[in-house]
């Protein structure tokens, strides 16, 4: 394996990202319809209930991708602002433009509490922290997490002990609160000590680990698809357990972790093909992720009128909700956010030259 292929863009996480995205957006369509349709069961047998962990991949390979990305950044302050330049554009433009447009829609159809409307809520919105009454638009509590791990893995381009310093005692304590509970409230308990946050870290032992494991990719990747899906089906036909019981969650995060390390080792041995479709999906994974609840809002309404002349299975009613909030996204991304991105970065690209 060489440098350059190491440190390319690899197709197996693009595909990850389009496929934990649809899963997230399966749990969303299961549980919006029971809720607001008043089915009196969930869709395909109620098997994506465990939907809500492709957000657990999705934390496991945010910090695979800033590892692999940027490990040969550490100790270079010079990097640091290309870096968080570089994760702006990737988290803020195009969050921007789905948080205006749901925020047009609650004005005409608000909450029943309307804390959209406070001040503290709109703000913190707007600049993605933490807020007693959740996220404006739901979606964006995980962007709080990711930006937290975004600013706390920068500490390492300063000065590498002082962020593994940090980063270690971060990983402690998030650590001892998933095991003792020590603290409940919405920001510390809520974001900056919250289980997802040791996902990263698994994310980052994976990056390390796909460099220096010579074979056996298959077999991680067999044995992190029995690990995740096999809590997920315990999570949708088992006992109820909570939302947030460790144990799943730790089970999503080493499965994704050993998926993730098997594809990408696949990879890089020239073993693994992917369909473009497949890696079209994960370009527009962050659109689908933003918009889909929204779309199914607007889908159910639509499908409100529908049943009304009838009856309509409910699996039916799924994908009938399912295919618009999968390809309008899609069709947003590379019509919208792709050209954007690529406006912004090239309007640095010249100012960069320019103060040259």
């Known amino acids: 394996m060489t440098t350059s292929r190491h440190l390319g863009k690899l197709q197996s996480i693009e595909a990850a990202r389009g496929l934990a995205a649809v899963l997230v957006v399966l749990v969303h369509v299961s549980s919006m319809l029971t809720q607001a349709n008043k089915f009196p069961e969930m869709p395909f047998g109620g098997l994506f209930r465990f939907g809500h962990a492709g957000v657990d991949f999705f934390f496991v390979l945010s910090g695979f991708i800033i590892y692999y990305m940027h490990a ?103 650590l001892v609160n998933v095991i003792f509970a020590y603290w409940t409230d919405y920001i510390f308990g809520g974001l900056v000590f919250r289980i997802f946050n040791l ?69 890089q041995q020239d073993r693994l093909q992917l369909p473009a479709w497949l890696l079209h999906l994960g370009t527009a994974s962050y659109s689908i992720y933003l918009w889909h609840v929204i779309v199914i809002m607007i889908a159910q309404e ?29 069709l947003f991304s590379f019509k919208v956010e792709q050209p954007l991105l690529e406006r912004i970065r090239s309007w640095r690209k010249k100012g960069k030259e320019v103060s040259q």
């Not at 040969?72 to 433009?97: C, E, H, Q, T």
């Not at 990263?200 to 494991?213: I, S, T, Y």
């Open 199 to 267: 996902h990263f870290f698994v994310g980052m032992a994976v990056a390390g680990l796909c460099v220096r494991l010579p074979k056996h990719g298959v077999y991680f990747l067999l044995a992190g698809f029995v690990l995740f899906f096999g809590a997920g089906l315990l999570e949708s036909f088992g006992p109820h357990k909570g939302v947030e019981w460790p144990p799943r969650h730790l089970a999503y995060a080493l499965g994704s972790g050993m998926m993730i390390l098997g594809a990408v080792r696949l990879e």
């Open 72 to 174: 040969k950044d550490i100790g270079d302050k010079s990097a640091l602002g290309s870096y968080w330049f570089k994760r702006f554009v990737r988290i803020y433009p195009v969050y921007w433009i789905v948080l205006c447009t749901f925020g047009l829609i609650l004005l005409f159809s608000p909450t029943a509490a309307r804390h959209e409307r406070e001040l503290s809520s709109i703000i913190s919105a707007i600049i993605l922290t933490p807020n007693q009454h959740g996220q404006i638009l739901g979606v964006a509590w995980s962007l709080s997490h990711e930006l937290l791990f975004y600013g706390l893995f920068g500490l390492l381009f300063i000065h590498r002990w002082l962020g593994v310093v940090v980063l270690a005692a971060w990983a402690a304590l998030t």
């Open 302 to 330: 639509s499908l409100k009128w529908i049943m009304r002349r009838g009856d309509v299975p409910v699996s039916l009613a799924a994908i009938y909700c399912l295919v618009p909030a999968v390809l309008l996204p899609i």
